[in-house]
T-cell receptor, first 113, second 114 residues
Framework: KQEVTQIPAALSVPEGENLVLNCSFT??????LQWFRQDPGKGLTSLLL?????REQTSGRLNASLDKSSGRSTLYIAASQPGDSATYLC????????????FGKGTKLSVKP | EAQVTQNPRYLITVTGKKLTVTCSQNMNHEYMSWYRQDPGLGLRQIYYSMNVEVTDKGDVPEGYKVSRKEKRNFPLILESPSPNQTSLYFC?????????????FGPGTRLTVL
């Protein structure tokens, strides 16, 4: 059974720092890995999707990497800002007809001015 | 604006009183699904639908029903809610299968069953 783990559970950094969020998964047979952002009282917003054949994806100050063989992904946030404060969720898609995402429990990020 | 909408956003009800949470998307997406989010357990899929009239169980389907009579709508039905169904519920949609496309999530429905 696929399990997704995110470390750390919470992280507090001063504004301007570069930071890395970690995600690991137990079964390397995935179709893709996605990073989401969740703000309180709001839904999930997709940040980056990495297909299993890819090694990384970039969007603005965000860079996500995928090492399928070792079951790891990282989300790198450059020059963090207070507006980056949110919970970041990692999810893997195991494919099949169900296509459900298996989520980690998230990393709650606080960026202090 | 492309979006997934859910109603109601907040609901407090009592055990056994049937309720429906609606979900609608305006992006002509084929795949839709429901998740519940619980502290310590994360998000788990309840039901999914590959297209109109095609639905199937996710990982935690007990106590829930769904229907997909139209492409845009995917309501979640709780025939006899119980307190263990108190949770935050999210509807999501995809242009195609989630193995190739990202999911778009609704804003969530916070349900409390007394």
């Amino acid at each position: 059974k696929q399990e997704v783990t995110q470390i750390p559970a919470a992280l507090s950094v001063p504004e301007g720092e570069n930071l890395v969020l970690n995600c690991s998964f137990t079964d390397s047979a995935i179709y893709n890995l996605q990073w989401f952002r969740q703000d309180p009282g709001k839904g999930l917003t997709s940040l980056l999707l990495i297909q299993s054949s890819q090694r990384e994806q970039t969007s603005g100050r965000l860079n996500a990497s995928l090492d399928k063989s070792s079951g790891r992904s990282t989300l790198y946030i450059a020059a963090s800002q207070p507006g980056d404060s949110a919970t970041y969720l990692c999810a893997v898609c195991g494919g099949g007809s169900q296509g459900n995402l298996i989520f980690g429990k998230g990393t709650k990020l606080s960026v202090k001015p | 604006e492309a979006q997934v909408t859910q109603n109601p956003r907040y609901l407090i009800t009592v055990t056994g009183k049937k309720l429906t949470v609606t979900c609608s998307q305006n992006m002509n997406h084929e795949y839709m699904s429901w998740y519940r989010q619980d502290p310590g357990l994360g998000l788990r899929q309840i039901y999914y639908s590959m297209n109109v009239e095609v639905t199937d169980k996710g990982d935690v389907p007990e106590g829930y029903k769904v229907s997909r009579k139209e492409k845009r709508n995917f309501p979640l039905i709780l025939e006899s809610p119980s307190p263990n169904q108190t949770s935050l519920y999210f509807c999501a949609s995809n242009p195609g299968h989630p193995s190739t496309d990202t999911q778009y999530f609704g804003p969530g429905t916070r349900l409390t069953v007394l």
